[in-house]
């Protein structure tokens, strides 16, 4: 019989007799091939990607220089970095702040269109009354396929705003699709890595952006 849930995944938790001693000692071992796997794979990103993300930055911040805002928007653990990206350009730490919102953060504007038009659109719907030309959009999906993602992709290209995306996997209908200006695919097929170094590109793309742009200007 398949083990399901946590007792699946970590099956020396719930062994009949447990030695503390043997199950920290594997605890200690998937720590450590996690960590070993992260690194290797931001290196390959860094590696295969490196030239990709600094051209997308600066067009980014061509965009950014003229009026452009920033939209961005994913599905559940990507929602949540969507809405990570665009506290991160609009409230950086340091840097310069610039224009941008996620989609995902408004949850009356989400429900009424899932509800009343249908979950495909909550996205291509938002971007069709906000998106003006010169923006960008920033759209995420772990697998690729998220039609609301791709629906949204599909709108913002109609409208002339340039649209840059990150999947994981081998980039599913989201690299198929053409609709991406700049697409950035993490090789993995583990969500959790995937999601680990995308945050690690999203912010190289951004400190490359503030870069291109230069120190921000005293009053």
């Not at 950014?64 to 969507?82: E, I, K, Q, V």
Request: hydrophobic fraction near 45%.
């Amino acid at each position: 019989m398949k083990a399901e849930g946590v007792e699946g995944l970590y099956p020396f938790l719930y062994a009949v007799e447990n030695d503390p001693e043997a199950v920290l000692a594997e605890v200690r071992r998937s720590t450590v091939e996690k960590a070993t796997e992260i690194v290797a794979l931001r290196r390959r990103v860094a590696e295969e990607q490196g030239e990709a993300l600094a051209a997308c930055a600066a067009e980014m911040a061509a965009r950014f220089r003229t009026g452009g805002r920033l939209l961005t928007f994913g599905n559940g653990g990507s929602s949540t970095d969507a809405a990570d990206i665009a506290q991160l350009f609009m409230q950086p730490r340091t840097g310069r702040a610039l224009p941008a919102f996620c989609l995902g953060s408004g949850v009356a504007v989400l429900t009424a269109l899932s509800n009343d038009v249908g979950f495909d659109v909550v996205y291509a719907r938002q971007i069709a009354a906000f998106g003006r030309m010169g923006d960008m959009v920033f759209g995420i999906s772990t697998s690729g396929g998220s039609q609301n993602v791709l629906r949204a992709f599909e709108e913002a290209r109609r409208r002339g705003l340039l649209t840059v995306g990150m999947a994981g996997y081998e980039g599913g209908q989201m690299a198929e699709s053409g609709v991406v200006d700049h697409l950035f695919v993490v090789p993995s097929a583990s969500g959790h890595r995937f999601q680990e170094a995308q945050t690690t590109a999203y912010h190289v793309l951004w400190t490359l952006g503030q870069e291109a742009f230069g120190p921000p200007e005293l009053k």
